[in-house]
């Protein structure tokens, strides 16, 4: 039998009630939601995961569209950019061409960006720069102990892979981590109720929460149907 | 002129050109270089007249430092032709043996903060009095018990060669010869994340060091990786 061992850090949501209440566990609908981690980021964790264990190898501009090497392996960017693709509820576009540096400066100008390693989460994207300049991303798939685990394309032949860093020392030898990344969830289109302005109560309720502690972030939630719950 | 300083058991060669910079043994070399090169080229002359390229390369650790210094050089002109530099000579990894780092420049690429641009080095080093090739970085990178820091073969890849650089501590904080490799693009810019290689005493190998999976330390060679995306 499963328990809490820490409040749910939220998103609150204000046509959820059941959000606001700090105990609760898929909207008390454990078989038809599925919330593994309390947050809501899981299918980004889910598709990096996915990505870790089926040998994808590395490939120069790999996952990037139209890239001769799309299709047939991953670099660090183009990882990031088909996770991102499998949530298709997040702030983060991407298209053109990109890079590591301008994955990290979509976040900064579109999503959430910290510079602080203890706020990682599931879910968020993860940097590090040489010389100044963001040259690989991952994306973080589980924090405990200590630890920061993320799952990358980390150098040619190798494949696609889970390594951690730890939160006292978050760098990767001479590559020193620079920031986390985590994209905002689009609001629901179903049953949102909005203002005589249009705009949307849930991104009011959000902007108001986030004036009041802007170091938190608030977004809508975001739960998958017929998902089996799992509980320690 | 020139002069030489005592330091430990390491040896720097300052060339005006700032070029093949270090070769680690017992005593500094400053100022002007020709002296040195015509000395090292009139022992390579020696050499070669008495027929010692025909044998393989010994080696007189008690000679001194400047036979130790000749030695290196020696055995890395065997091993890579005339065009190969020494890195560093010395006694690399403890114990009595001599090691020697060689290697052959990409010379369309210049050194920077991350490292030397080689095409191909190599480890050398002693037992009973002779040489062998500890580690050799071409295409790949072979101990001789097997590749190392990779999960297959990309036949696709041409990645011009390495950049190469030498650190004095191990990622977990144990001060020792550190060989940092980080593969070259065809700008000359990096690709990928770094592997770190490290003298592992328990096997007598050079192997791949790491802190960042699971199990971390050292990693064991791959005998026979899978070749992808080969040509048909």
Redesign the interface.
Known sequence: MGRFTSPDPGPFVLYEPQSFNLYEYALNSPMRYGDDDGLTAQDRVNAANALASQNVAYARGGGHPGNASEGCGLDCSGLLYKVLKADPDNSIDIHGSFTAASEAALFKSKGQYSTNIDTAQPGDAIFWSESGNVVHTGVVVDVRDGKVYFVHAPRPGRNVNRFYVKLISPDLGNEKFVGVGRPIEAEPTRGVATTTSGNSLVGTWQSLLRWLNPGVSYRARHLHPNRIPSLE | MRTMMASGDQVEFRTETGKSAKLEGSFFVRGRTKPAVALLAALLLLCISLGCSQRPAGLSVAAGDDRMAADCLDAAKHALGTGAEIAKCGHLVGGLSVEAVAFIRLERFKDN??GLPVKRLVILRTADSHWYTALDVAK?VQNPSGYI??????DS?Q?PGFRAAFLDRR?DGKVGFVL?L??L?QDGT???????IAWNPDVGRFQEFTV???PGGFVQEVKNPPH??SAK
């Open positions: 903060a991350d790949e820091g990779i999960d297959y073969i990309d890849e990645y990622a940092q980080t593969y693009r990096s690709e990928g994340l770094p592997m770190w960042n999976e699971e992808i995306r």
